[in-house]
């Protein structure tokens, strides 16, 4: 039986700041050692496992090139890159993989939907429990993990599991449960029954359908008319934004898996976590014999039971115990552990206060490349520009902001209002005002350099695009 992976990349990570931002969320940051991003793994611990098909990839549109980058990365095609204009929850996301598959591709898969912002540590352990789980599926059961708890986490929803289906390690659901309580957590603990819900299923795409055909009626319509109304863009498939906008928006768990009959669970126990907060890496990272864990330029002295994670400089500690401490280029937060899950409420807070370090670092990926906003001032702003090799940005002019360019290393190929030039090392050239302008990399290595922008508005929405490799529209505020 054909498995197909299904990875749910839509989410925010709001709890992970300021690491993970609404432009840059979790599943697309390398969080542990490796280098590679969450999404990566997601798709390399599956490796290996028989009958495993190219995966299809669900995916907010804003985030688009970052993900077709990362798999490019790994060197794998996708069966389909899925793009959504708003999120709706896994369970829309879910089934218009679903409905893709079966009537755009006409295949009847076992699908194994994952979300892309887990750590799963033991690959051996979970790729045994997959295959009790397609064994179960291929007869007709909708199938969830419930992971072994190893303490009373309230982080977590659980599943009650129920009487064994048969010997293969698959279980009746008997029944879901919301976060609990401490005392509620300890008593799920103690009775040996109760699992943690990890959020990753497997079933036939078509037995899937018909779970949602009866619970979601409208869930499927609204589905159904968005897909059929998509267009193709480049690799991407968008979904139609005024049909997806009618969808209802729910999780598989209320939408399918409560009312289903279906509902079955299989127990493993492989390092899971779903790093909802910085506590949960702190749980799963190697410590000193302080029980400190630490990620980059780290020195600590006399501290206790405290996680850090240092991006751009030297962080330090110094007599404290029980502390997070996150450093960004832009941004530092400090948190007691035990306030790991309120995160979420310092990034709602910078939401209404407007603040561009809830939504963006200071390092911005575009599909060309990156910049880095250097320095900012009332007038001008400098920034350093990478472009990789072979790519260029759109043709283009601002209304508002001149530009100097000096060539730090690499190879420019500059246009300005029709005349194409090359500027190589130490070389640089100045674009005026209201010029139609492109900067490519003409190279074999990526073109290195930096930007000075000056006039009186220098906001990225300062763009008249006239001609984009990449198919983005003036309304998208990239250059």
């Avoid at 010029?435 to 190279?443: D, K, S, T």
């Amino acid at each position: 039986m054909n498995i197909l992976p299904i990875l749910l990349s839509g989410g925010s990570g709001s709890r992970l700041w300021p690491c993970s931002r609404q432009g840059h969320p979790k599943q697309f940051m390398a969080l542990t050692d490796g280098g590679h991003s969450l999404l990566q793994q997601t798709w390399q611990r599956l490796e290996g496992l028989p009958q495993l098909g190219d995966p299809l990839v669900i995916a907010n549109e804003a985030h688009r090139f970052l993900v077709a980058e990362q798999l490019q990365e790994i060197n794998i095609t996708p069966e389909a890159i899925l793009l959504e204009p708003m999120g709706r929850n896994t369970a829309p996301a879910i089934t218009v993989a679903a409905l893709y598959l079966t009537q755009i591709v006409g295949q009847d898969p076992v699908l194994l939907v994952l979300p892309a912002d887990h750590l799963i540590q033991d690959q051996r352990a979970f790729q045994g429990a997959i295959a009790t789980a397609v064994e179960s599926a291929t007869q007709g059961w909708l199938v969830t993990f419930g992971i072994q708890p190893t303490e009373p986490n309230t982080g977590y929803g659980y599943i009650a599991k129920g009487a064994a289906i048969d010997t293969s390690g698959s279980f009746r659901v008997d029944k879901f449960v919301e976060k609990p309580d401490r005392p509620t957590a300890e008593a799920y603990l103690t009775s040996g029954s109760y699992l943690w819900n990890s959020g990753m299923f497997v079933f036939r795409a078509s037995t899937f359908l018909a779970e949602v055909q009866r619970w979601q009626p409208a869930i499927l319509a609204a589905c159904e008319k968005s897909l059929t109304q998509a267009h193709h863009d480049l690799e991407f498939i968008r979904l139609d934004a005024t049909a997806f906008a009618t969808c209802p928006a729910d999780s598989i768990d209320y939408a399918v898996m409560e009312h289903t009959e279906k509902a079955a669970v299989v127990p493993v126990q492989c390092g899971w976590s779903d790093v909802g907060a910085w506590s949960s890496l702190w749980q799963v990272a190697e410590k000193d014999d302080q029980g400190n864990a630490y990620r980059g330029d780290v020195l600590a002295v006399n501290s206790k039971n405290c996680f850090v994670y240092a991006s751009d400089r030297l962080v330090t500690l110094l007599g404290v115990e029980d502390l997070i401490v996150v450093e960004t280029a832009d941004a530092l937060l400090v948190a007691r552990q035990d306030c790991a899950q309120d995160v979420k409420r310092l990034v709602e807070e910078l939401l209404k206060r407007t603040r561009q370090e809830a939504l963006s670092h200071r390092v911005i990926y575009r599909p060309w490349g990156k910049y880095d906003s250097i320095d900012v001032g009332s007038r001008f702003q400098v920034k350093r520009i990478t472009v990789k090799q072979g790519a260029s940005l759109s043709l283009q002019k601002h209304h508002h902001r001149a530009e100097h360019w000096v060539v730090v290393s690499g190879t420019a190929e500059v246009t300005c209002n029709g005349e194409k030039f090359l500027l190589t090392e130490n070389e640089s050239t100045y674009i005026p005002v209201g010029a139609v302008h492109r900067l490519a990399n003409p190279g074999k290595i990526p073109l290195e350099m930096i930007e000075i922008q000056s006039g009186p508005y220098l906001g990225e929405d300062d763009i008249v695009r006239f001609e984009d490799h990449y198919g983005r529209c003036n309304d998208e505020t990239e250059g």
